[in-house]
Structures are given as structure tokens and as C-alpha cells.
Nanobody
Framework: VQLQASGGGLVQAGGSLRLSCTVS????????VEWHRQVPGKPREFVAH???????DYADSVKGRFTISRDIAMTTVYLDMNRLKPEDTAVYYC?????????WGEGTLVTVSS
């Protein structure tokens, strides 16, 4: 199973970015896909989750600003990030859960300037 995250970049505070996570190489669809983020020297933290049925959940720090969505086959999951803050700066990783197994992709760097 391969996951490819993309869409990171440099944006000013208050701006927006859309991250994409493409899942490939599995016979089965993801049961759920998550976004996590990590700042150097700190633990990786949960950002958002979406289940195959469409239900989603968010970390308190991003509620109301970030939206997770997916295509019907769960092959691509998006993270729309609005009203970005400097503290959102991190490497963002996507995670696919298939049959109880977690698969991580490479991260994409998001930098929010003040």
C-alpha cells in the first residue's frame, strides 16, 4: 500500500491550502484515513479523520478551520485548511487504515508565515 501526500507549501497567516493524500496498491478500500502533523522535536499529533462512511472527526485546534473529505472510493482524501496560523506549520502525514493495519505515507511540509 502506498500513500502519497501533496499540496504543502508556504502560505501567509490567514491563507488556505489543500492537501491531498492518494492511496494505492491495495485490493481493499481504506476503512478510514487520517491526517497527522509533526513539528521537529515534538510528537506527531492527530489532525483529522474520515471513515469510509463519511463521518469525520477533528482535533480541537483545527475545528472550524480544516475540513477533511474523500472521494467515494477512498482513494483520495483531502484536507482543506483555512484561516491558517503560524502554529499550523508542520509536516503533514496521511495514514490509511486497512483491515486494522496502519499505513503511513511520506509527509508534505506546510509553512505558515506570520
Amino acid at each position: 500500500v502506498q500513500l502519497q501526500a501533496s499540496g504543502g507549501g508556504l502560505v501567509q497567516a490567514g491563507g488556505s491550502l489543500r492537501l491531498s493524500c492518494t492511496v494505492s496498491g491495495s485490493t481493499f478500500s481504506s476503512d478510514g484515513v487520517e491526517w497527522h502533523r509533526q513539528v521537529p522535536g515534538k510528537p506527531r499529533e492527530f489532525v483529522a479523520h474520515i471513515r469510509s462512511g463519511g463521518m469525520s472527526d477533528y482535533a480541537d485546534s483545527v475545528k472550524g478551520r480544516f475540513t477533511i473529505s474523500r472521494d467515494i472510493a477512498m482513494t483520495t482524501v483531502y484536507l482543506d485548511m483555512n484561516r491558517l496560523k503560524p502554529e499550523d506549520t508542520a509536516v503533514y502525514y496521511c495514514l490509511s487504515i486497512i483491515g486494522g493495519v496502519n499505513y503511513w505515507g511520506e509527509g508534505t511540509l506546510v509553512t505558515v508565515s506570520s
